[in-house]
Structure formats: C-alpha cells, structure tokens
C-alpha cells in the first residue's frame, strides 16, 4: 500500500507542488492581510493542489499516448534516458493507463467538490475562475507542444490563481491582486522554462514545440531566461509604485544571487549537458537524491531544484515583506 502511494504521488510529480503553495502563501498573506477568510484560503490550497496534479498526471498520460504511437519508439532505449522521468512509471509498467486516467479523475473530482462548495459559499466569480482553470489543466498537454506553456502557465499561476484565491476570501476581485501576482508568476514561468530549454533536443524529437527549441540551440534560449529574471526583479517595483505594499517587498532582491547561480548553471548546461552544479547551501532542498544519483539524473533534477527553490525563496521573501509592511 505504502509502494503504491509512493508511485502515485511520485507520478503525480509531487516535488512540484511547492511552486503552487508558494504562489498561494503570496496571494494568502495578502488577502488575510485585507481581513480574508483564513479557512477558505487553505481550502482552496487544498483545490489548486489537487488541480496542479491532476494536470501532471493527465499530462503524463497524453505524452505516453504521443510517445508508443511513433513507429521508432522502443521502451528499452527511453528507459535508458535518465534525463526523462515523465511517463517513465508507465512505461516500465508501473501503472497502467486506466489507473492513470482514474488517478487524474480523483484529483479533478474532490478539487471539482472544494470548487462547488465555494460557489455555494462566494457566488458565481468563483465559477469563472474554474472554467478558466480547468480548461488550462486539460489542454496544457496540447498547448506545451505548440509553444503556449509559458502562456498556459503565466494564467493558471497569475490571475487565475490569484485571482480566485483573492475572491473565495474576501469576496471580491481587485486589481492589485494580479499585478501582486506578476512577479511569482514570472517565477513559475521561469520553472518551466528551464525545463524545456534542459529538453531542448528531446522535445524536439518527440514533436513537442517549445519557446526554447524555437531558437538555434540551448545557449541562444538563454536569452529568454535572462529576460525572464529581469522582469521578475523589475516588477516588484511595480507592486512599490502602485502602492500595493511598501517598501518591504523588495526583500526578495536578496534572491538575486540564487537567480545570477542558476543562469550561470544553465550556460554550462547548455555547453555541457552531463555536467554537474557545485552543491551550494543555498541549493537546497533537494530530496531523493539517492534515487536520483542511482538514475545518473543529477545534472537534470538539481537544476530542476536550483530554479524549484529559488521560485520558493522569492515567494518566501515576498510574504515576507507583505506582512512586514501591515505591521
């Protein structure tokens, strides 16, 4: 019992779920802060957790289903790809696909239920911002193969959580709350994004179109991350000037560092792609090492962790001054 539950949580990619809690603890602080309703606000965490693995899941399987309909596709030589743990559960015969599908079902199902009783409890927005929600969690599988997963992504992550988070505990929707939500969206967006650019060749094989494989090679898509960093940084100015929060919340320029470590991880990726990262204190958490050393994985999952952790610090940071400045 305690195997399989291992093997549903770890096809359900659970080392994921801290870029939803922490994007949720941002929009949490801030709507307890404006006298929000506390016990409504973790059980929607409990809703976007299980939205969030649900989506993985059905994820996984829609991969699965586009990888054994390619003629050359031979289980043995993708097993050997230690780099690519998705869909590996499935295809070493772990699960089967009908254990899949009811694995997802199970997840969309009680999230459906926290979902209902919200429209009961709230009205009808909290509806608006299901339908949105559950239609990026059922198209993302399409969407990541035509170049939209930052786009699916920066929604699901940005207004729509915020957005609906903010409402089921105060009842109303503003329009701080999704400029509040930029930064920690850039952020997850980041996440992704350097889980494309590491999949750079493979995505490319397997027919999946990415912003990263839209550029010459991976150290050209770097372009795009560095962007990407800048405009996480420079929008916490933004939260300043139009008054959202004080000046507090830009401790999160403390994580600049960490964001300046894994650009530089990644440019020696991309020259490099068994290269290791130096461990750092600041790299951490980072669990299942040993099954991960055992893969030969570490070159793919500690960066994975290094760009997982710093989303976790950032958001950290900004909690942080959010409720440093109500004081």
């Given at each position: 019992?305690?195997?399989?539950?291992?093997?549903?949580?770890?096809?359900?990619?659970?080392?994921?779920?801290?870029?939803?809690?922490?994007?949720?603890?941002?929009?949490?602080?801030?709507?307890?802060?404006?006298?929000?309703?506390?016990?409504?606000?973790?059980?929607?965490?409990?809703?976007?957790?299980?939205?969030?693995?649900?989506?993985?899941?059905?994820?996984?399987?829609?991969?699965?289903?586009?990888?054994?309909?390619?003629?050359?596709?031979?289980?043995?030589?993708?097993?050997?790809?230690?780099?690519?743990?998705?869909?590996?559960?499935?295809?070493?015969?772990?699960?089967?696909?009908?254990?899949?599908?009811?694995?997802?079902?199970?997840?969309?199902?009680?999230?459906?239920?926290?979902?209902?009783?919200?429209?009961?409890?709230?009205?009808?927005?909290?509806?608006?911002?299901?339908?949105?929600?559950?239609?990026?969690?059922?198209?993302?599988?399409?969407?990541?193969?035509?170049?939209?997963?930052?786009?699916?992504?920066?929604?699901?992550?940005?207004?729509?959580?915020?957005?609906?988070?903010?409402?089921?505990m105060t009842k109303t929707i503003s329009?701080?709350?999704?400029?509040?939500?930029?930064?920690?969206?850039?952020?997850?967006?980041?996440?992704?994004?350097?889980?494309?650019?590491?999949?750079?060749?493979?995505?490319?094989?397997?027919?999946?179109?990415?912003?990263?494989?839209?550029?010459?090679?991976?150290?050209?898509?770097?372009?795009?991350?560095?962007?990407?960093?800048?405009?996480?940084?420079?929008?916490?100015?933004?939260?300043?000037?139009?008054?959202?929060?004080?000046?507090?919340?830009?401790?999160a320029l403390l994580t600049i560092p960490?964001?300046?470590?894994?650009?530089?991880?990644?440019?020696?990726?991309?020259?490099?792609?068994?290269?290791?990262?130096?461990?750092?204190?600041?790299?951490?958490?980072?669990?299942?090492?040993?099954?991960?050393?055992?893969?030969?994985?570490?070159?793919?999952?500690?960066?994975?962790?290094?760009?997982?952790?710093?989303?976790?610090?950032f958001s950290l940071f900004i909690a942080?001054?959010?409720?440093?400045?109500?004081?």
């Amino acid at each position: 019992m305690i195997n399989k539950l291992s093997t549903f949580l770890e096809c359900s990619r659970v080392f994921s779920l801290p870029m939803t809690i922490l994007s949720w603890l941002v929009v949490f602080t801030y709507s307890a802060i404006h006298s929000g309703n506390i016990w409504y606000g973790i059980l929607c965490l409990l809703g976007i957790c299980l939205v969030h693995l649900g989506t993985n899941v059905l994820d996984d399987y829609f991969d699965y289903k586009s990888l054994i309909r390619q003629v050359d596709f031979d289980k043995k030589e993708y097993l050997k790809n230690t780099q690519k743990t998705k869909c590996r559960y499935l295809i070493a015969g772990l699960l089967n696909e009908t254990q899949i599908l009811e694995l997802a079902g199970v997840y969309f199902f009680i999230a459906g239920l926290i979902g209902l009783f919200f429209c009961i409890k709230c009205g009808t927005p909290v509806l608006k911002f299901m339908i949105a929600g559950g239609i990026i969690a059922v198209l993302y599988s399409i969407l990541s193969k035509i170049r939209l997963s930052e786009i699916a992504v920066a929604l699901a992550y940005g207004p729509i959580l915020f957005g609906g988070v903010n409402f089921v505990m105060t009842k109303t929707i503003s329009w701080e709350v999704f400029i509040l939500s930029i930064p920690t969206m850039i952020m997850t967006v980041i996440l992704l994004y350097i889980h494309t650019v590491m999949d750079f060749e493979y995505d490319i094989k397997e027919g999946h179109y990415t912003v990263a494989n839209a550029f010459d090679s991976q150290l050209d898509s770097l372009t795009v991350l560095k962007i990407f960093i800048i405009l996480a940084y420079a929008s916490l100015f933004g939260i300043c000037i139009f008054d959202i929060s004080d000046w507090q919340i830009l401790l999160a320029l403390l994580t600049i560092p960490l964001s300046v470590d894994l650009y530089q991880s990644m440019k020696e990726y991309s020259i490099d792609n068994n290269s290791v990262p130096a461990h750092k204190w600041f790299h951490h958490p980072m669990e299942n090492m040993a099954q991960i050393e055992k893969l030969q994985a570490e070159s793919f999952m500690i960066r994975m962790y290094q760009s997982r952790n710093l989303m976790i610090y950032f958001s950290l940071f900004i909690a942080l001054g959010l409720s440093l400045a109500n004081l």
